[in-house]
């Protein structure tokens, strides 16, 4: 089955260090891998997307994502966290079972940054 | 959230009635998608539409419905069959499907936050 994981519930960093946010994937044929960020009560925003060719991914706001095939991961990073980038992170792949081109969601990661 | 809009942002619903959000976008877009979100359970998708005059269900269609008379208009009735309609509902819109996987980043509108009261 199609499926995404991001492992952790909430990430804490320090303003000013570099953070990771973890995704896994497991889906048939080639992946095609998106973030997203999300506000308290805001819609979802789009920050970056994998479909091919360089496997470092470089997005909105500085952040980025590597993804790498034989881990079926595309983890989200960010050299230097901003208080700022306090906010709910998903993951998805692109569902390429069938026709129907839906998209697989995670259950999403909270990240906050303390000062 | 620019190019979609979802009305109202809050809405407030008596047990028993049928109420509809309202989701437009002016990006020419040719699929758009409801999603539902609950705490800790991430989106779910309600109803989703490649064309105009065309939709699907997606996981949790029961007790909801949609129509798609014009391109860019995606309205969702939550019924009084939906037994537990609290939650915000999100309204996502992408490029033609059949064509390259490029095209189909989903667009989100800012949410309506639905109440029962």
């Known amino acids: 089955a199609q499926s995404v994981a991001q492992p952790e519930d909430q990430v804490n960093v320090a303003e000013g260090n570099p953070l990771t946010v973890k995704c896994t994937y497991s889906?048939?044929?080639?992946?095609?891998l998106f973030w997203y960020v999300q506000y308290p009560n805001r819609g979802l925003q789009f920050l970056l997307k994998?479909?091919?060719?360089d496997n470092l991914v470089k997005g909105s706001y500085g952040f980025e994502a590597e993804f790498n095939k034989s881990q079926t991961s595309f983890h989200l990073k960010k050299p230097s966290a901003l208080v700022s980038d306090s906010a709910l992170y998903f993951c998805a792949v692109r569902d390429n079972a069938g026709n129907n081109r839906k998209l697989i969601w995670g259950l999403g990661t909270s990240l906050a940054v303390n000062p | 959230d620019g190019g979609i809009t979802q009305s109202p942002k809050y809405l407030f619903r008596k047990e028993g009635q049928n109420v509809t959000l309202s989701c437009e976008q002016n990006?020419?877009?040719?699929?758009m998608y409801w999603y539902r979100q609950d705490p800790g359970q991430g989106l779910r998708l309600i109803y989703y539409s490649q064309i105009v005059n065309d939709f699907q269900k997606g996981d949790i269609a029961e007790g909801y419905s949609v129509s798609r008379e014009k391109k860019e208009s995606f309205p969702l009735t939550v019924t009084s069959a939906q037994k537990n309609p609290t939650a915000f509902y999100l309204c996502?819109?992408?490029?033609?499907?059949?064509?390259?996987?490029?095209?189909?980043?989903?667009?989100f509108g800012p949410g309506t936050r639905l109440t029962v009261l």
């Open positions: 994998y479909i091919t060719g």
């Open positions: 996502a819109s992408s490029g033609f499907l059949g064509a390259t996987p490029s095209t189909d980043t989903q667009y």
């Open positions: 990006l020419n877009h040719d699929a």
């Open positions: 889906v048939s044929g080639n992946p095609y």
